[in-house]
DNA sequence: TATAAACCTGACCAAAATAGTCAAGTATCA
DNA sequence: TGATACTTGACTATTTTGGTCAGGTTTATA
């Protein structure tokens, strides 16, 4: 199981912009010389977090990107789903009746997937932004 | 996030021979019909289950695969530690002080995904074998 | 003791997913 | 009217995955 780096960008990039939320657009140029990622990588993930209304671009000069939420009010979760970085543990497709081994009923391991999604999810619901923000913050003290 | 096809193989498969424990060898082959997993690759898989001890050999005609410990002390950890199913999250090198971008301190992220693989190897570590064949019995009931 | 069942090994390969790059725009501010 | 920055879509190289294939060796048993 592997985290990819679309996902981790994703959040990365968040983080680096939610320590200026308020105070002025951040240029996705000044995001990728921060952070190291490529400027036309971070143009993809961004264009996804703009359409899932996750942040708000600002044209011209001096422009660049905004939240449209409160980071307290972004989980990774939408993070996450803006992205398409899904939890897939299971190998059926979710709502058929099918198992993965092309029977008529789960397979053995079918329920311990799911736990296993579940449990994943359930972390990804609870960390907002503004936690990453501030735990952040506090390291540096 | 994904879960690998060999991760889910393995566990799958020790979950049937699990069931055989301690009554007579099971057979690659038996377990492929079974659950519609090719038998070359059931091979490979249990060349490593078997280099890590999980499972012991029986050769000869009637010969197979029998636990090589008790159900209950394999735990999910064990089972993709064998078969090289990581968990992995971070970008970086673990032990190296480098982040993943390359600079001399952690990246915004590090902490988080740190966190995350932590999390997820908890429910790793808690589930035996025994407890999913338990599980599966209790299900058929 | 022959033979078939089963294990064992390593090399090889095709498809899918990932992690980008590249090119050609359009909008807006100073 | 330039410079800056967002916008879009197509394209591509690399890596990972999920196997297959060929050619063994070992051992129980008929
Ligand atoms: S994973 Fe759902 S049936 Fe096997
Ligand atoms: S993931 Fe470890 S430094 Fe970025």
Redesign the interface.
Known sequence: ?????K??YA??AL??LARFDGINPVSLRDISLR???SLDYLEQIFSKLRKKEIVQSVRGTQGGYVLNRKAKEIKLTNIFDAVD?????V?CKKDSKKG????STK???H???D??ET??NN?FDK?SLDD?VK??FE?RL
């Open positions: 199981m592997r985290l990819t780096s996902g981790r959040v990365m983080v680096d952070q190291g990622i970085e899904k939890v897939k543990t190998q993965c081994n092309g029977k397979c053995l391991t329920n311990l997937w736990e296993l449990h994943i972390f960390k990453l735990e952040n390291r």
